[in-house]
């Protein structure tokens, strides 16, 4: 199989990761529930990774980095820990359902005066919209690092800017961009960032977490236990333990902290450069095949992904075709963006998506090219 389905998740992933996920589940006992020797492994281990997140991103304080099993879960506790009643809310129409269902449920829950920045006919978000939109009465601005969707890549340097002129808390959903491009959270002024472990940052799935700016407050989205002030009838204030309630993946987070290393081996830079390079290359022979349509801006910052349709095709019988007669695995349809594909007018007949990884080879994308030619003609 040529796996081209790398933004939903990459399927290869290092030997060290899965070594590292099989020495955990022979060795490490829950963490921080007890002192013996298996229980402190998976402290350790849990410990270290909290660590080398920190290193990664750029970000000052371990103990403000939350795990969670995915972005999706990290996305919920800052978007319902930190907006409360009545709060002016600014998204966008590139967010991907993790933002917008949260958001949508508080609108109606909680009466949230939520407001979108709209998107051209590539997916681009305006920084005049923001400019406009975004006002002293606004509690929480919420973007997507990159677009699951198009792969466009969000100035979030100068949102973030727009944002903390205006006193709003700025939160990035960095699903698409951990472990493919260097983000440096201070440098680029991001209050909360999520992520998850199993895309860009080769980790296994039901890992991901959320980096919380020291001063920023989030209430506790789930309660349970903690390993510590068992008699207090209140989840403990102190991060992590406010917002990690319940055994964490200690198994996962091994995986995951050697994922770290091995994508510190090889230099993000590296990884980006050649995801870049294999975007390009299929992006610049797919554009020329007639009655294939291209989404997004690729004069840009992109992530390493490319969404099309073939001619009037519906998404998914092309990518029906691709992967029986092909042995290519796409996906297609709405890719949880609804806003973005009203934009796009792709609504009813979704678009394919293309996405790679640094384990993504040009011979593979050779095959998928002549695929697309021949279902084309």
Request: charged letters at 25%; hydrophobic letters at 35%; proline letters at 2%.
């Amino acid at each position: 199989m040529i796996y081209l389905d790398n933004a939903a998740t990459t399927l290869h992933k290092p030997d060290v990761v899965i070594d590292a996920v099989v020495k955990a589940m022979k060795t490490q006992g829950n963490a921080s529930r007890g002192a013996h020797g298996a229980t402190l492994s998976a402290s350790r281990v849990v410990y270290d990774a909290r660590v080398k997140i920190a290193k990664f991103f750029n970000f000052d304080k371990p103990s403000n980095v939350i795990f969670t099993c995915n972005s999706t879960e990290a996305l919920n506790i800052a978007i319902n820990g930190i907006i409360k009643a009545g709060d002016k809310v600014v998204s966008t129409d590139t967010e991907h359902n993790s933002v917008l269902r949260p958001l949508y449920h508080l609108q109606k829950t909680k009466n949230i005066d939520l407001q979108f920045v709209k998107a051209d006919g590539k997916g681009v978000l305006s920084l005049d919209d923001f400019e406009r939109i975004v006002d002293k009465d606004t509690k929480v601005v919420v973007v997507n690092h990159a677009s699951n969707l198009t792969g466009n890549v969000n100035d979030i340097k100068s949102i973030g800017e727009i944002a903390h002129k205006n006193g709003a808390i700025f939160i990035v959903d960095g699903s698409q961009s951990a472990g493919t491009m260097k983000v440096d959270v201070k440098d680029l002024g991001i209050d909360v960032y999520c992520f998850t472990g199993h895309k860009g940052l080769f980790g296994p799935q039901g890992t991901g977490g959320l980096l919380v700016k020291d001063g920023i407050e989030i209430d506790a989205w789930k309660r349970g236990g903690s390993g510590v002030k068992t008699y207090s009838e209140d989840q403990p204030l102190e991060y992590p333990t406010r917002l990690e309630a319940g055994t964490l993946n200690s198994h996962g987070i091994a995986g995951l902290s050697a994922a770290i290393d091995f994508i510190d081996e090889i230099g993000v830079d590296k990884i980006e450069g050649k995801e870049k390079e294999l975007t390009e290359y299929f992006y610049n022979k797919a554009k020329e095949i007639n009655g294939v349509k291209i989404y997004g801006d690729f004069s840009k910052q992109h992530a390493a992904i490319v969404s099309l349709n073939v001619k009037d095709y519906d998404s998914g019988e092309v990518s029906d075709a691709l992967s029986n007669d092909y042995g290519i695995a796409t996906r297609p349809g709405a890719h949880c963006a609804p806003r973005l594909h009203i934009d796009l007018g792709t609504k009813y007949q979704g678009a394919v998506r293309f996405s790679f990884s640094y384990f993504t080879t040009y011979e593979e994308l050779d095959a998928a090219i002549k695929a697309l030619k021949e279902i084309a003609s």
